[in-house]
């Protein structure tokens, strides 16, 4: 008992550990939040597309020497912002907005990082994460922008239920959709411009849509759904990062196989739909109606 | 005769540079029930979107208790196709038939005992009380018609505009439907409905309006007796399907 009371307290000794445990603790809660509106809207697509436009940002700031999380949070916010408004135009279709700008983000932000002296070091932190080299300030700056977060979904979640449920009745009855759509790009965005430092660029997606998408198959109730994936979100990132250290292996690589490992284990065994659950409650349905 | 609820004049609306409704003049009452009727593409989802104030106006004046559209916003009940709402959304019954008042609430979603009230009135009109937790991806077709109506109905309209609510629906739910329709009239909602189901409309509706991007005719179902005018609104150069979709012949 002890040893393993050893193991979970013993790398809380160092600072970087302490930093890293909270971020990962935030970025898991946050994403877990946001993502479960995100996979409700079907919107994966957009979240991965806010991954990636993020990095010009954060490559400016690199070079110039600003604060990442700002950098980020502008460049997608931006992108976001001019993906809603070109994807007004009816004879495009969403998605192909979406892959242009986003390309065209992640394009210029190797093309600004490039021009940076040492930029293959740093491009491969923004790439995979580098949650044990996380500043004090970058901790900061995380937790205000995760509490203004939560705030923003608890305010604005009936309202965007409501317009994910059905556009058409929302708008008819006069709420505002369009500034709902603002809303949920631009909370998108800064949810995942602050777990980027946590598991890169690339993987960022996989804690926004894998912890609601594992809530979703757990639950038919959107309430619990809503509790169940930053519950799962952060649990799923500290395990991770646990594991990370007691094998020392990357961290945000383990935080994302980790989520994908709750995802699936919920996929098999979800009370009502899972695959195998399901099977075992199909088949005992069958023989109560065969003896009926 | 009381005072136009929805007042159309002269309406013309264009989508993607089409006119799809031109000189549209059409009136709904207090107590009215009025089916829209009219082949598809004649421009029914589009007079009912421009009622709701989706759709702007190329030409002409909808006002809606005197208000433009936009203004009215939020007052008038609808019930869109059940294609519209996402069905695979983790909600129960209560909770979607809700939404329908979500407008009215503040910004933290909380409601009061006037919105529990009048969503429970809705629920018990259209016999859902049962399945208040059900979660609504598990409903039936007719069910779900339901649960539809019932968030139209939460907001209390005066005014009620349904798109195609016969449409694969089962017996009970359309005799339910019938039935609510009815009432509610008599308790003095004006209710617009569009409908391809030509033989619930003439017995149901107390009046016709029968559209092909204009009103070809608006008038009492006993005064469209001439064939002509019907043959004029579908397009059509002999009676023959017409009459089947009534039931009048084989």
Same mark, same amino acid.
């Given at each position: 008992?002890?040893?393993?009371?050893?193991?979970?307290?013993?790398?809380?000794?160092?600072?970087?550990?302490? #930093?890293?445990?909270?971020?990962?603790?935030? +970025?898991?809660? $946050?994403?877990?939040?946001?993502?479960?509106?995100?996979?409700?809207?079907?919107?994966?697509?957009?979240?991965?597309?806010?991954?990636?436009?993020?990095?010009?940002?954060?490559?400016?700031?690199?070079?110039?020497?600003?604060?990442?999380?700002?950098?980020?949070?502008?460049?997608?916010?931006?992108?976001?912002?001019?993906?809603?408004?070109?994807?007004?135009?009816? #004879?495009?279709?969403?998605?192909?907005?979406?892959?242009?700008?986003? %390309?065209? %983000?992640?394009?210029?932000?190797?093309?600004?990082?490039?021009? %940076?002296?040492?930029?293959?070091?740093?491009?491969?932190?923004?790439?995979?994460?580098?949650?044990?080299?996380?500043?004090?300030?970058?901790?900061?700056?995380?937790?205000?922008?995760?509490?203004?977060?939560?705030?923003?979904? %608890?305010?604005?979640?009936?309202?965007?239920?409501?317009?994910?449920?059905?556009?058409?009745?929302?708008?008819?009855?006069?709420?505002? $959709?369009?500034?709902?759509?603002?809303?949920?790009?631009?909370?998108?965005?800064?949810?995942?411009?602050? +777990?980027?430092?946590?598991?890169?660029?690339?993987?960022?997606?996989?804690?926004? $849509?894998?912890?609601?998408?594992?809530?979703?198959?757990?639950?038919?109730?959107?309430? /619990?759904?809503?509790?169940?994936?930053?519950?799962?979100?952060?649990?799923?990132?500290?395990?991770?990062?646990?594991?990370?250290?007691?094998?020392?292996?990357?961290?945000?690589?383990?935080?994302?196989?980790?989520?994908?490992?709750?995802?699936?284990?919920?996929?098999?065994?979800?009370?009502?739909?899972?695959?195998?659950?399901?099977? #075992?409650?199909?088949?005992?349905?069958? /023989?109560?109606?065969?003896? +009926? | 005769?009381?005072?136009?609820?929805?007042?159309?004049?002269?309406?013309?609306?264009?989508?993607?540079?089409?006119?799809?409704?031109?000189?549209?003049?059409?009136?709904?009452?207090?107590?009215?029930?009025?089916?829209?009727?009219?082949?598809?593409?004649?421009?029914?989802?589009?007079?009912?979107?421009?009622?709701?104030?989706?759709?702007?106006?190329?030409?002409?004046?909808?006002?809606?208790?005197?208000?433009?559209?936009?203004?009215?916003?939020?007052?008038?009940?609808?019930?869109?196709?059940?294609?519209?709402?996402?069905?695979?959304?983790?909600?129960?019954?209560?909770?979607?038939?809700?939404?329908?008042?979500?407008?009215?609430?503040?910004?933290?979603?909380?409601?009061?005992?006037?919105?529990?009230?009048?969503?429970?009135?809705?629920?018990?009109?259209?016999?859902?009380?049962?399945?208040?937790?059900?979660?609504?991806?598990?409903?039936?077709?007719?069910?779900?018609?339901?649960?539809?109506?019932?968030?139209?109905?939460?907001?209390?309209?005066?005014?009620?505009?349904?798109?195609?609510?016969?449409?694969?629906?089962?017996?009970?739910?359309?005799?339910?439907?019938?039935?609510?329709?009815?009432?509610?009239?008599?308790?003095?909602?004006?209710?617009?409905?569009?409908?391809?189901?030509?033989?619930?409309?003439?017995?149901?509706?107390?009046?016709?309006?029968?559209?092909?991007?204009?009103?070809?005719?608006?008038?009492?179902?006993?005064?469209?007796?001439?064939?002509?005018?019907?043959?004029?609104?579908?397009?059509?150069?002999?009676?023959?399907?017409?009459?089947?979709?009534?039931?009048?012949?084989?």
């Amino acid at each position: 008992m002890s040893a393993v009371l050893d193991a979970l307290t013993g790398p809380w000794e160092y600072d970087f550990w302490r #930093r890293a445990l909270l971020v990962a603790l935030l +970025s898991g809660l $946050v994403c877990g939040v946001v993502g479960g509106h995100v996979v409700l809207r079907g919107m994966a697509f957009i979240g991965d597309a806010v991954a990636h436009a993020v990095f010009p940002g954060i490559a400016v700031a690199f070079v110039l020497g600003t604060n990442l999380v700002i950098g980020g949070a502008v460049a997608g916010v931006i992108t976001a912002l001019l993906i809603a408004v070109v994807a007004q135009n009816r #004879r495009l279709k969403e998605d192909s907005v979406i892959g242009i700008f986003f %390309a065209a %983000a992640f394009g210029l932000g190797i093309v600004i990082l490039s021009a %940076a002296p040492g930029y293959g070091g740093s491009l491969e932190s923004f790439l995979f994460g580098s949650i044990l080299g996380i500043s004090d300030s970058d901790v900061v700056s995380v937790a205000v922008i995760g509490a203004i977060l939560l705030l923003a979904t %608890a305010l604005l979640n009936s309202r965007l239920v409501a317009a994910t449920l059905d556009r058409e009745q929302a708008r008819a009855v006069g709420l505002p $959709v369009f500034w709902l759509d603002i809303a949920l790009y631009v909370m998108v965005t800064l949810a995942i411009v602050i +777990s980027l430092q946590a598991v890169g660029n690339v993987l960022v997606l996989a804690l926004l $849509v894998t912890p609601a998408a594992a809530a979703r198959l757990l639950t038919d109730r959107l309430g /619990v759904m809503m509790l169940l994936a930053p519950a799962i979100g952060a649990g799923g990132s500290v395990l991770g990062l646990y594991l990370s250290y007691a094998f020392d292996l990357a961290a945000g690589g383990l935080i994302v196989l980790t989520l994908t490992g709750i995802f699936v284990l919920c996929w098999l065994f979800a009370p009502r739909h899972g695959l195998v659950t399901g099977a #075992r409650s199909r088949r005992s349905t069958a /023989v109560l109606e065969a003896k +009926s | 005769m009381n005072e136009p609820i929805l007042h159309i004049r002269d309406l013309a609306v264009h989508l993607g540079g089409r006119e799809v409704l031109s000189s549209v003049d059409f009136s709904l009452r207090a107590g009215e029930l009025v089916g829209l009727i009219g082949p598809n593409g004649a421009g029914k989802t589009t007079l009912l979107r421009t009622a709701l104030g989706l759709l702007p106006p190329h030409r002409g004046v909808v006002t809606v208790h005197g208000r433009t559209a936009r203004q009215a916003q939020g007052s008038l009940g609808y019930v869109p196709q059940r294609h519209e709402f996402a069905w695979d959304f983790p909600i129960s019954v209560a909770k979607a038939v809700a939404t329908g008042r979500t407008h009215l609430t503040g910004l933290l979603g909380r409601r009061g005992a006037e919105d529990r009230a009048a969503v429970d009135e809705a629920i018990a009109r259209v016999g859902l009380d049962g399945l208040r937790t059900r979660p609504v991806g598990e409903l039936s077709g007719g069910q779900r018609q339901r649960v539809l109506v019932a968030r139209a109905l939460a907001l209390r309209p005066r005014v009620l505009l349904l798109d195609e609510p016969f449409t694969g629906i089962d017996a009970p739910t359309q005799e339910l439907l019938s039935r609510l329709l009815t009432e509610l009239r008599d308790e003095g909602v004006a209710v617009l409905m569009t409908t391809h189901d030509l033989a619930a409309a003439t017995a149901l509706c107390s009046r016709l309006c029968l559209l092909n991007r204009t009103v070809v005719a608006d008038d009492e179902p006993a005064a469209l007796a001439d064939t002509d005018i019907w043959l004029r609104t579908f397009g059509l150069e002999r009676a023959e399907q017409l009459l089947r979709s009534l039931g009048v012949t084989r």
